[in-house]
């Protein structure tokens, strides 16, 4: 008998570029531009958007799902929490605006996991032992903006980005 795989749930946050940057065109590999349904060209910040939505489409209501964006500052557009709405979801990612501004891709991060932990610890309830948590980075580039507003920032996302997440300290 073959054994099935099931899929464990997981926690997302869904960081969005939403700099001056992804106001361009989107390009293929071969320069031409990228076209929606109706023949019109589309930015990068609107094939993000298509990707972030094709993304969020994949998961079901046990998956904890967070919308969040950044330019030279960010903002939580959907927080993650227990009622899943994916209409919602896909509403909050239509409605990220288009900035024109610099790129703070630390600031976005931090905002992301901010989210996460608030969901995480959220009505004294500590779900720090949920199995798989994930930000997912949406750019279309590198940072050209970097300002922590203190060294927690900086240890937060440090803790993060290790192997075993968090320190529980």
Known sequence: AEA???????????????????????????????????GQPMTKLDVTKRAAINFIRQFTPRDKIGISFYSTSSAVARSISNDYDADALVAAIRNIPQLPWATNIQLGL?????????????????????????????????????????????????DWTTEDGPDDD
């Open 4 to 38: 099935s795989a099931t899929r464990t749930f997981a926690a997302i946050e869904v960081v969005i570029d939403n700099t001056g940057s992804m106001e361009a065109i989107a390009r293929d590999s071969f320069g031409n531009a990228l076209l929606n349904e109706f």
């Open 110 to 158: 931090l905002t992301g996991l901010r989210d996460m932990e608030t969901w995480l610890n959220e009505d004294g309830v500590i779900r720090g032992d949920w199995p798989n948590r994930y930000i997912v980075l949406m750019t279309d580039g590198t940072p050209n903006q970097n300002v922590p507003d203190n060294n927690q920032q900086e240890d937060l996302l440090n």
